[in-house]
Nanobody, 125 residues
Framework: VQLVESGGGLVQPGGSLRLSCAASGFRFDDYTIGWFRQAPGKEREGISCIDSSRNYTHYADPVMGRFTISEDNAKKVVYLQMNSLKPEDTAVYYC???????????????????WGRGTQVTVSS
């Protein structure tokens, strides 16, 4: 089982990035994929998730209206389009997979079985 994030980098405030999470080694369609982030000195926080089999997506308040999650089942890739980036979005971003389905939220990290190694996003002028 493997999750690999990519697409991070340095961007100016107001800019955009698209993160990718490539999955392999498990039945992708059966899983909810979540995006989490961890800034220096802070706890890991969940920011978005997607379960395409149930047509379910969710966004945490800090990213609502700025980030968009999507999934390409054929390629087994989940994307996180991040627009209007702010310095407080600076963090290591992780994707994770869980067999659980959700009706609201999806942000308890302990519920996720598989994790990627993360990709750094830095928002700075």
């Amino acid at each position: 089982v493997q999750l690999v994030e990519s697409g991070g980098g340095l961007v100016q405030p107001g800019g955009s990035l698209r993160l990718s999470c490539a999955a392999s080694g498990f039945r992708f369609d059966d899983y909810t994929i979540g995006w989490f982030r961890q800034a220096p000195g802070k706890e890991r926080e969940g920011i978005s998730c997607i379960d395409s089999s149930r047509n379910y997506t969710h966004y945490a308040d800090p990213v609502m209206g700025r980030f968009t999650i999507s999934e390409d089942n054929a390629k087994k890739v989940v994307y996180l389009q991040m627009n209007s980036l702010k310095p407080e979005d600076t963090a290591v971003y992780y994707c994770a997979a869980t067999l659980l389905g959700y009706n609201t939220g999806c942000y308890f990290a302990y519920e996720y079985d598989y994790w990627g190694r993360g990709t750094q996003v830095t928002v700075s002028s």
